[in-house]
C-alpha cells in the first residue's frame, strides 16, 4: 500500500526558533493534510491542502503541497512551548476521507 | 462543533474477556466512521471503515471477528475487541467524517486506552 515517510522522527529545539518537517510519498495524492497530537488525545487538523503547489498558513503554521503531488511540508514559525506534541502527515486520495498517515514527527520545544 | 467522544476513556479487562469502545459524533451525523489502533510512538493506523447501516470495511491483517464494529446510526459506531489479548492492548482512536461537509474532514475521538491483562 502507500506509504508516507515523514522527517525528522523528532526535533529537540529552543522556544522562538523555527521548526520545518517534511513527508514524502512513492505515490501521488490528491490531498495533503497535517495533524497535531497531543499525549493521550485524538489528532487535530492543522492545515489541509487541495491542489498542487497550494500553500497555506493558518497562524504560525504554513503548509504545502508539493508540484508533484508526492510531498508536502510544514513549517512553524516563532515556536512556543505549547507548540510541542507529534505532527502528522496524511494523505488522501479518495471521497471518502480515508487517509494514509505518516510516521510522526515528535517536537520538543525549550522554553 | 464536530465534537467526536468515546467511551470509555481507558479500559483494563482480563485476558480473553470482550470490551466494547463506542465512538459518538456529538453535533452532527456521520455516515462513515474510521477506527485506528496505535501503539506508543507509532502512527495511526487504519483497521476499518464503518459506514451507517452497512457492513464495515477491514484493512488488510485485520481480523473482522476478532474486532467487531457496528454502525447502528448516523452518529455511533462500536468496536468490540472480542477475547483479548495482552496483545490487543493499544490506544484505539476512531473519527467521523462530516456528513454533507467536505469530503476530507474527519474529526477524532479522544481515544482510547485498552490494557489487557
Known amino acids: 500500500g502507500q506509504q508516507l515517510n515523514q522527517s525528522p522522527q523528532s526535533m529537540f529545539i529552543q522556544e522562538g526558533e523555527d521548526v520545518s518537517m517534511n513527508c514524502t510519498s512513492s505515490?501521488?495524492?490528491?490531498?495533503w493534510l497535517w495533524y497535531k497530537q497531543d499525549p493521550g488525545e485524538g489528532p487535530v487538523l492543522l492545515i489541509a491542502?487541495?491542489?498542487?503547489?497550494e500553500l497555506t498558513s493558518n497562524g504560525r503554521l504554513t503548509a504545502q503541497f508539493g508540484i508533484t503531488r508526492k510531498d508536502s511540508f510544514l513549517n512553524i514559525s516563532a515556536s512556543i512551548p505549547s507548540d510541542v506534541g507529534i505532527y502528522f502527515c496524511?494523505?488522501?486520495?479518495?471521497?471518502?476521507?480515508?487517509?494514509?498517515f505518516g510516521d510522526g514527527t515528535t517536537l520538543t520545544v525549550k522554553p | 462543533g464536530a465534537v467526536v467522544s468515546q467511551h470509555p476513556s481507558w479500559v483494563i479487562c482480563k485476558s480473553g474477556t470482550s470490551v466494547k469502545i463506542e465512538c459518538r459524533s456529538l453535533?452532527?451525523?456521520?455516515?462513515?466512521m474510521f477506527w485506528y489502533r496505535q501503539f506508543p510512538k507509532q502512527s495511526l493506523m487504519l483497521m476499518a471503515t464503518?459506514?451507517?447501516?452497512?457492513?464495515?470495511?477491514?484493512e488488510q491483517g485485520v481480523e473482522k471477528d476478532k474486532f467487531l464494529i457496528n454502525h447502528a446510526s448516523l452518529t455511533l459506531s462500536t468496536l468490540t475487541v472480542t477475547s483479548a489479548h495482552p496483545e490487543d492492548s493499544s490506544f484505539y482512536i476512531c473519527?467521523?467524517?462530516?456528513?454533507?461537509?467536505?469530503?476530507?474532514?474527519?474529526?477524532f475521538g479522544p481515544g482510547t486506552r485498552l490494557t489487557v491483562l
Open positions: 464503518s459506514n451507517e447501516g452497512s457492513k464495515a470495511t477491514y
Open positions: 505515490s501521488i495524492f490528491n490531498t
Open positions: 453535533d452532527f451525523q456521520a455516515t462513515t
Open positions: 496524511a494523505g488522501q486520495n479518495t471521497n471518502a476521507g480515508k487517509s494514509t
Open positions: 491542502l487541495y491542489k498542487a503547489g
Open positions: 473519527s467521523a467524517v462530516l456528513a454533507g461537509g467536505v469530503v476530507h474532514e474527519q474529526f
